[in-house]
């Protein structure tokens, strides 16, 4: 009897005791995981860099969609706010004279923080089976397109006289950026979403991104207008 307890308090003690963040629908971690606790700070950048870009590409090919769900971050959703605030402020100079931009910079931090919040809520409240921080990360770098379509259209204001024509091409840019911003995030948190409240998930994710699009096109207006 006393060998008895002795091994049951034994195996009490090799019982282990670390957390860890559980990803719903992602494959367990490896046991043997490269610890970064004595690697260089170049190795880390890099590493943290490289990760950031595949994150990218996944958005461009949402055909493999666990990687943004299964190591999400929040590196590459404040890249992208940050460079579309200084893309978009001072854009609307032409009306204000004594504008410097902040109140433009601004407005594309709260809608692109606070709507991504409550994407993220309005999804968890319809039972999807999805963390709060990577249904964030999800919108945040499915903004990508329209980035590219915010850089278009900047490049399209600069290098000639605005017309009619000019005006189309940002335009279908912009509609092409939304499109495919919308299209990948619904392919990332689909399979997240409960069966018959799909339509009720995408709805304000459609939203989310139509409202960005609203702000690349409204604030790149030509300062010669």
Not at 92 to 102: A, T
Request: hydrophobic letters at 50%; one cysteine or more.
């Amino acid at each position: 009897m006393a060998d008895v307890d002795f091994q049951g308090q034994g195996d009490l003690n090799d019982v282990s005791l670390e957390g860890d963040i559980t990803v719903p629908g992602a494959p367990e971690p490896e046991d043997e995981e490269l610890s970064t606790l004595d690697e260089p700070v170049k190795d880390t950048v890099f590493r943290d860099v490289k990760a950031v870009g595949q994150k990218f590409f996944h958005v461009l090919l949402p055909r493999q969609s666990r990687t943004l769900l299964r190591d999400w971050d929040w590196w590459g959703p404040l890249i992208l706010c940050v460079f579309m605030g200084m893309m978009l402020q001072g854009s609307s100079e032409h009306l204000d004279k004594m504008n410097d931009g902040g109140p433009q910079f601004a407005e594309v931090f709260v809608i692109y923080w606070v709507g991504a919040v409550v994407v993220t809520l309005n999804t968890k409240l319809l039972g999807g089976n999805i963390s709060f921080f990577q249904s964030v990360c999800v919108l945040g770098y499915c903004v990508f397109p329209l980035s590219i379509s915010l850089v278009i259209c900047r490049i399209v204001l600069i290098a000639a006289e605005q017309t009619t024509g000019l005006f189309i091409v940002r335009f279908v840019a912009v509609i092409l950026g939304f499109a495919w911003s919308t299209f990948a995030s619904t392919a990332f948190l689909a399979d997240c979403q409960p069966p018959n409240r799909k339509a009720l998930a995408v709805y304000p994710i459609f939203l989310f991104y139509f409202v960005i699009s609203w702000l690349i096109i409204s604030h790149t207006h030509s300062n010669n207008v």
